[in-house]
């Protein structure tokens, strides 16, 4: 089943180099016959959070980027997280993105993939957004992708220096997004025709 999935990408930071490991999961993504959404931040230029998408009063006019990711975010299957490890928890770009949004989330999957620039992966934030998740209602999947020395594992394009090892890696991680993806949006379809 093609699924609708967007991937959030958390820095806004110059010389980011995560943004290389979203484009890999992107391309992963298409490559299973999925409909990826890359959802930068910087595109985006979201304020630091004043009212969330939900705030805002019927005829009130809302900015025409938060009304985007709003309907990008409510029309998802899945989200997957592609986050840095910022002092061992997830940077604020990601953070204050996932924060605009609330209902838009709910029972659906999502996913953590996490890199550092060293040798740990990221894995500290994982831990962190997943008790976030939790709480906006997409709680995560049992697997994360951490990526260590995200320089040297992919290039500017996505492309990755092992493409083996990352397709088995990336692969057994999307499958199990997949699983819950499907299982919650028949679910979700069953809840509504009652
Ligand atoms: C504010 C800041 C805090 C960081 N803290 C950590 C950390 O706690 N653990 C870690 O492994 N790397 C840390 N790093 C290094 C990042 O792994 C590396 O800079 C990475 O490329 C950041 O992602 P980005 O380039 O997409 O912004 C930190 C970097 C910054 C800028």
Same mark, same amino acid.
């Given at each position: 089943m093609a699924l609708s999935i967007s991937i959030l990408y958390g820095s806004v930071r110059d010389g980011r180099l995560g943004i290389r490991f979203a484009k890999y999961l992107e391309q992963a993504?298409? @490559?299973r016959g999925h409909k990826p959404v890359l959802i930068d931040p910087l595109e985006y230029d979201l304020p630091l959070l004043r009212k969330r998408?939900? $705030?805002?009063? #019927?005829?009130e006019k809302i900015p025409a980027n938060?009304?985007?990711? =709003? $309907?990008?975010?409510? *029309? *998802? $299957?899945a989200y997957l997280l592609v986050s840095?490890?910022?002092? =061992?928890? %997830?940077? #604020? @770009?990601? !953070?204050?993105?996932?924060? =605009? &949004?609330? %209902?838009?989330y709910a029972q659906k999957p999502s996913a953590i993939a996490t890199y550092s620039?060293?040798? &740990?992966?990221?894995? +500290? @934030?994982?831990? !962190?957004?997943?008790a976030m998740l939790g709480e906006l209602g997409c709680g995560s999947i049992q697997? !994360?992708? #951490?990526c260590p020395a995200v320089h040297e594992a992919f290039d500017e394009t996505g492309k990755p220096n092992d493409a083996a090892?990352?397709?088995?890696? *990336? $692969?057994? &991680?999307l499958e199990q997004l997949e699983w819950y993806a499907e299982?919650?949006?028949? @679910? +979700?379809?069953? %809840?509504?025709?009652?």
């Open positions: 993504l298409k @490559a998408y939900s $705030d805002y009063k #019927p005829g938060l009304a985007k990711l =709003h $309907d990008i975010l409510a *029309s *998802s $299957d840095a490890e910022y002092n =061992h928890t %997830a940077p #604020p @770009a990601l !953070t204050n993105l996932l924060d =605009h &949004f609330y %209902a838009e620039y060293g040798p &740990f992966g990221g894995v +500290r @934030a994982a831990m !962190t957004l997943r697997k !994360t992708l #951490p090892a990352w397709q088995k890696r *990336s $692969d057994g &991680f299982a919650l949006k028949a @679910a +979700r379809g069953k %809840a509504k025709k009652k």
